[in-house]
């Protein structure tokens, strides 16, 4: 591809950051600063960032990074306490301003501004500071930076014809030419909306759906 020799920086944000894409930026703008920046839908702008150094090992996980200088981050448990530096815990956002939106299980009051939100992402912390991202505490995943509830996704599959129980994952490797259908053997049609992969980038929903004793 091109070489974008003026380009001065790229930031990242969205999906989880591996070094193999880095790397292959590298390749096309050597000279460009990167960054991962982390935020969510409810804070409207990021509260983590790292900038990755080019000297580093291009190897484990990118780090989310460290608080920006008007945010902070801690990390609890399921009982809202602080976790010690290298446990998994949810990360906590701390907002300069209340936000209307954001999630503090500690505010009992509908529709009250807060200046905490609970992600619902699970991260853990080294001792240098930095934040690394770890999984979800619920089966909300991200698909190209789009939210997508795989409990949604089994509601809707289970609603077409024939089908018992429905199962839905991420399937990693290369989006197929069509997306999925659930197979009803009744009226052999498809639920084609109902089964929808997400085809982006390689990574997309999968429903698995089962009718009687045989899968459809």
Same mark, same amino acid.
């Given at each position: 591809?091109?070489?974008?020799?003026?380009?001065?920086?790229?930031?990242?944000?969205?999906?989880?950051?591996?070094?193999?894409?880095?790397?292959?930026?590298?390749?096309?703008?050597?000279?460009?600063?990167?960054?991962?920046?982390?935020?969510?839908?409810?804070?409207?702008?990021?509260?983590?960032?790292?900038?990755?150094?080019?000297?580093?090992?291009?190897?484990?996980?990118?780090?989310?990074?460290?608080?920006?200088?008007?945010?902070?981050?801690?990390?609890?448990?399921?009982h809202g306490r602080p976790v010690s530096?290298?446990? &998994?815990?949810?990360?906590? !956002?701390?907002? +300069?301003?209340?936000?209307?939106?954001?999630?503090?299980?500690? /505010?009992? *009051?509908?529709?009250?501004?807060?200046?905490?939100h609970f992600t619902g992402d699970l991260?853990?912390?080294?001792?240098?500071?930095?934040?690394y991202f770890s999984g979800r505490r619920?089966?909300?995943?991200?698909?190209?930076?789009?939210?997508?509830?795989?409990?949604?996704?089994?509601?809707?599959?289970?609603?077409?014809?024939?089908?018992?129980?429905?199962?839905?994952?991420?399937?990693?490797?290369?989006?197929?030419?069509?997306?999925?259908?659930?197979?009803?053997? &009744?009226?052999?049609?498809? !639920?084609?909306? +109902?089964?929808?992969?997400?085809?982006?980038?390689?990574?997309? /929903?999968? *429903?698995?759906?089962?009718?009687?004793?045989?899968?459809?």
């Amino acid at each position: 591809g091109p070489r974008l020799t003026d380009l001065q920086a790229i930031f990242w944000g969205g999906e989880r950051l591996t070094y193999s894409i880095v790397d292959d930026w590298r390749l096309n703008a050597p000279t460009a600063r990167q960054f991962h920046v982390f935020g969510t839908t409810e804070t409207p702008q990021a509260f983590l960032n790292h900038e990755i150094d080019p000297a580093a090992p291009s190897r484990g996980a990118v780090p989310l990074g460290t608080p920006l200088p008007w945010t902070g981050a801690q990390l609890v448990d399921d009982h809202g306490r602080p976790v010690s530096a290298g446990e &998994v815990g949810e990360i906590v !956002a701390e907002l +300069a301003d209340p936000i209307l939106g954001a999630h503090d299980p500690e /505010v009992k *009051t509908p529709n009250t501004p807060v200046q905490r939100h609970f992600t619902g992402d699970l991260g853990y912390q080294l001792s240098d500071g930095r934040f690394y991202f770890s999984g979800r505490r619920d089966r909300q995943v991200k698909i190209n930076g789009f939210r997508e509830e795989l409990g949604e996704v089994e509601t809707v599959a289970e609603r077409a014809t024939g089908v018992e129980r429905a199962y839905a994952m991420v399937v990693e490797g290369q989006p197929r030419s069509r997306p999925a259908g659930i197979h009803d053997p &009744v009226s052999h049609r498809h !639920a084609g909306h +109902a089964a929808d992969d997400r085809k982006r980038q390689g990574r997309r /929903v999968r *429903t698995v759906a089962t009718g009687g004793n045989a899968p459809l």
